[in-house]
């Protein structure tokens, strides 16, 4: 029995018997002679069937012709034949003579999307929009970032974690909750993981990572929100400041960075024509106050009632620091404590900021990352100024009161650093199956 080769595979393989399968992309069937381009997971091929014709000049039937005949665009098919290495072939110099085909499954021919599909239709019939090469290299993309990520990981002694996604009560925040419902009483989505990343602290265990999923019912209709989506977290301990987290975050984002472009820099190039720039390190960190005062001189004013910086002025700030740094990330630090969560660290010298950050990457956020408060006194006096009560955090505050180290940690959306990375327009091209306030399937 013939071994199925992968397509890529083909242009190394030496002339002669070959076996290969994938789905028809297109057929010409011609007089003389049928072509048909078959693709796979890793390229396309060339698939000749030159006709027979008899002395009286007509057509010899044979299966393959036949079958060649009924082929419709989508259609699975295993063939084999001979391996001619042609360099007149402009499909990767490659062509394969049939002798055989066999349909594992013929496609209806009405295709429902096109080209020119609008996103909305492409979601619809998303497992066929993956089928074009452009979109397909997103996810081998994201399996090299992640993977990068966990080699960082790995290679530096953190522990991964898998936290619940089911809560007995909110994660961060009584908004933006899922409740579902639970026996004979509720529970909600997590919203993130960072009650039990900081509980890892407690433990022990010093350095945690997880990528997993997190909800939020947020009725938000632009194009980097969704209500499911894959958060990457990390938490260290015995931190000075977030300055640790942050060093660690721009250190993980260059390895990430440097896999991707080893591996698929030049498939970017070809068909996302983007030249993919690996970060170099040190990021540029510039306090939130001072972005703001950068943003204004660009002649923009931050209309917010609140302390932080809105997405135009996100944009601002990352062309300054474009244009000044040559850089596309860039933290925002010292956000206001009115804006962060209670258990981010206030300043030593100024309790109305916090050791935290944004990070911005080419003109849009994608991660919040900060120092923890480890003092449990400190925590409930905190939680009591956003309206908290002790009480109702007891289960968290218990880890507190048994001895935690100083930490910190982040959480980044996936798809936002891929769709940012690509320069795509919507996360929901970098998410596999998107999930949005009006949308459950497929």
């Given at each position: 029995m013939t071994t199925r080769t992968l397509i890529s595979d083909l242009a190394a393989s030496t002339d002669?018997?070959?076996?290969?399968?994938?789905?028809?992309?297109?057929?010409?069937?011609?007089?003389?002679?049928?072509?048909?381009?078959?693709?796979?997971?890793?390229?396309?091929?060339?698939?000749?069937?030159?006709?027979?014709?008899?002395?009286?000049?007509?057509e010899v039937a044979s299966d393959v012709s036949t079958t060649i005949s009924s082929l419709s665009q989508g259609s699975f098919l295993s063939v084999q034949g001979e391996l001619k290495h042609d360099e007149r072939v402009k499909?990767?110099?490659?062509e394969?003579?049939?002798?055989?085909?066999?349909?594992?499954?013929?496609?209806?021919?009405?295709?429902p999307i096109a080209d020119d599909s609008g996103i909305d239709k492409r979601m619809d019939w998303r497992f066929l929009d993956l089928r074009v090469p452009k979109n397909a290299l997103i996810f081998k993309i994201q399996t090299t970032l992640l993977h990068a990520l966990r080699t960082y990981w790995v290679e530096h002694d953190f522990i991964e974690i898998m936290t619940p996604k089911l809560m007995a009560s909110a994660s961060e925040s009584k908004a933006e909750l899922f409740r579902v419902e639970y026996f004979?009483?509720?529970?909600?989505?997590?919203?993130?993981?960072?009650?039990?990343?900081?509980?890892?602290?407690?433990?022990?265990?010093?350095?945690?990572?997880?990528?997993?999923?997190?909800?939020?019912?947020?009725?938000?209709?632009?194009?980097?929100?969704?209500?499911?989506?894959?958060?990457?977290?990390?938490?260290?301990?015995?931190?000075d400041s977030h300055e640790d987290v942050m060093k660690l975050h721009e250190e993980l984002l260059q390895a990430a960075f440097q896999a991707v472009a080893d591996k698929h820099g030049a498939a970017i190039k070809e068909l996302f024509d983007i030249d993919l720039v690996v970060p170099t390190v040190p990021f540029p960190r510039i306090p939130l106050a001072e972005a703001k005062e950068i943003v204004a001189s660009r002649g923009y004013e931050v209309p917010r009632a609140d302390d932080d910086m809105d997405p135009e002025g996100e944009r601002q700030i990352s062309a300054y620091v474009k244009e000044t740094y040559d850089h596309d990330f860039v933290f925002l630090t010292d956000y206001a404590s009115s804006i962060r969560p209670f258990y981010h660290k206030r300043h030593d010298d100024d309790a109305s900021l916090t050791n935290s950050y944004d990070l911005i990457f080419n003109g849009t956020e994608i991660s919040t990352g900060?120092?923890?408060?480890?003092?449990?006194?400190?925590?409930?006096?905190?939680?009591?100024?956003?309206?908290?009560?002790?009480?109702?955090?007891?289960?968290?505050?218990?880890?507190?009161?048994?001895?935690?180290?100083?930490h910190g940690g982040f959480g980044m959306g996936l798809a936002r650093v891929l769709m940012l990375m690509l320069h795509l327009p919507n996360l929901r091209e970098t998410t596999y199956l998107f999930r949005g306030p009006t949308r459950l399937e497929p």
């Open positions: 002669g018997p070959v076996q290969v399968s994938g789905w028809v992309e297109t057929v010409r069937d011609q007089k003389k002679v049928q072509f048909v381009v078959l693709r796979d997971e890793s390229g396309a091929v060339q698939l000749v069937n030159p006709r027979t014709f008899g002395e009286d000049s007509t499909l990767g110099g490659v394969i003579k049939l002798a055989f085909i066999e349909v594992a499954s013929l496609a209806i021919p009405e295709t004979e009483g509720s529970a909600f989505l997590s919203q993130s993981p960072q009650f039990f990343k900081q509980m890892a602290q407690s433990a022990g265990f010093g350095k945690i990572f997880e990528v997993g999923p997190a909800f939020r019912a947020d009725p938000s209709f632009t194009s980097r929100h969704a209500t499911e989506f894959t958060s990457v977290d990390t938490e260290i301990s015995w931190i900060a120092q923890r408060e480890h003092r449990v006194e400190v925590l409930e006096e905190q939680a009591r100024s956003k309206g908290l009560e002790p009480e109702e955090l007891s289960g968290y505050l218990d880890f507190f009161r048994y001895g935690v180290p100083a």
